[in-house]
């Protein structure tokens, strides 16, 4: 099973996959930049920024207005890790350094999508909006049904001019409809919701360079996180909980996403929150109601949720993403 996993709670998704030996399918950033060193240029979020116009510049280079955004121009382990927002000069001083960049800050929808890719032409896409929660989390995740005609074109194009020769699963996210970050890999949080034998669909594509599959079935997916208080303990949950857990009708998948025998600062996690477990359905409700249940066993308060509502299917935020 070549399609590389770090994280065992989603080694789940891929123990039923048939690849082959000789073909490599990374889901995470190191890996995928250790096995596209012609493509590796994606990973630096200044030539990005830069691709598609946005202001932006060094360390060295101070800002001519503020907010502004500060991250790591490279950082493949938690993408999210060093950011932060520069409100005015004192904060640029004391927050960008050497190895940083800033750029304009964005706002709008965070959206997540991932690319099927043959010879740069994108052939395929899913979207999936993040609906925030607070201090650099997220509350949920909703992969849509729809498309987002406008948004699919704008990435398809980049993706054209800066991938020309590239085959494989390409995920980038996006805030307003412009590229924060571009990953040679496919999203490994919910590819159980992009439909039944995708899997199969993704090791076509590399080992036989073809993309072969029929989405005409499309219903909108939920991945809600639960977190917790940093510098807590936690245990996982005991066998026959979590089989209980998993066994709910309309649950999809569960992750439970921490090491219990890892010290807490060896995970990357947001600010905001200790990420414990993973709930994936096609029933938004359900996996709410699970996540408030496995919060009460974590000894956690039921999760916050931002003003959120969904119509028709689509979710609405009334929060902001950055």
Not at 28 to 53: C, E, M, T, W
Not at 226 to 243: S, T, V, W
């Amino acid at each position: 099973m070549p399609i590389y996993e770090c994280d065992p709670w989603r080694v789940q998704y891929f123990t039923e996959i048939d690849c082959p030996a000789d073909v490599h399918i990374p889901t995470d950033d190191v890996d995928a930049y250790k096995f596209n060193p012609r493509h590796r240029s994606i990973y630096n979020k200044l030539l990005v920024a830069r691709s598609q116009g946005l202001e932006c510049g060094l360390h060295d280079e101070p800002p001519p207005r503020y907010p502004v955004f500060c991250k790591p121009i490279t950082n493949l382990k938690g993408m999210g890790a060093g950011t932060s927002v520069l409100t005015n000069e004192s904060d640029f001083r004391r927050n960008c350094g050497p190895g940083d960049f800033w750029t304009k800050l964005l706002s709008g929808e965070h959206v997540s999508t991932d690319y099927a890719v043959l010879r740069g032409e994108a052939l395929w896409c899913r979207h999936t909006l993040g609906i925030p929660g607070v201090a650099g989390t997220f509350d949920y995740w909703v992969i849509e049904a729809g498309e987002r005609p406008r948004l699919r074109k704008y990435c398809s194009d980049w993706i054209r001019a800066h991938l020309p020769d590239y085959t494989g699963m390409v995920n980038v996210e996006t805030i307003g409809g412009r590229i924060i970050e571009a990953h040679l890999r496919f999203a490994d949080q919910w590819p159980d919701l992009y439909g039944h034998r995708w899997l199969d669909a993704v090791v076509r594509l590399y080992a036989r360079g073809v993309w072969d599959y029929t989405d005409d079935a499309r219903v909108n997916g939920y991945s809600v996180v639960l977190f917790g208080p940093h510098g807590r303990p936690y245990r996982h949950p005991a066998p026959e909980a979590l089989d209980a857990y998993r066994a709910v009708p309309g649950i999809s998948s569960l992750q439970i996403t921490f090491f219990e025998d890892r010290p807490q600062n060896t995970h990357v996690m947001p600010p905001g929150g200790f990420r414990l477990a993973i709930v994936n359905s096609f029933e938004l409700e359900t996996a709410l109601e699970l996540r408030d249940t496995m919060a009460g066993e974590f000894g956690v308060c039921e999760q916050a949720r931002p003003q959120t509502r969904v119509l028709g299917g689509e979710a609405e935020s009334r929060s902001a993403c950055r």
